[in-house]
């Protein structure tokens, strides 16, 4: 990333039993959190945070620990590419739909 571009992270998290939706819910209203998943594997969510500096950081990330949250991840990009995604918004909304009913 170029001077002046600001900061990308990605914080992969770990929630409290039962927690997940109320968490992701929480984390779309937080300023600088841009994207955010429920996951499945050793992490419950993945979240996109874009801020300008290491300080905005810091406090994105204090915010997130406050919430129902046992442990986090912070994965800091130094460089990023971009493809255009494969999948319609069609195929993403029934992804997450299928994934809500189980």
Not at 59 to 75: H, M, S
Not at 81 to 86: A, D, M
């Amino acid at each position: 990333m170029s001077k002046g571009e600001g900061l990308e992270a990605f914080e992969l998290i770990v929630v409290e039993h039962g927690a997940d939706e109320e968490v992701l819910q929480a984390l779309m209203k937080m300023e600088g959190v841009t994207e955010s998943s429920l996951v499945y594997g050793e992490f419950d969510i993945h979240c996109k945070i874009e801020v300008e500096n290491l300080a905005e950081l810091t406090e994105v990330i204090t915010k997130i620990r406050k919430l129902k949250v046992f442990t986090t991840e912070t994965l800091i990009a130094y460089a990023r590419t971009k493809r255009k995604s494969r999948l319609t918004s069609r195929h993403h909304k029934k992804m997450h739909h299928s994934r809500a009913r189980h």
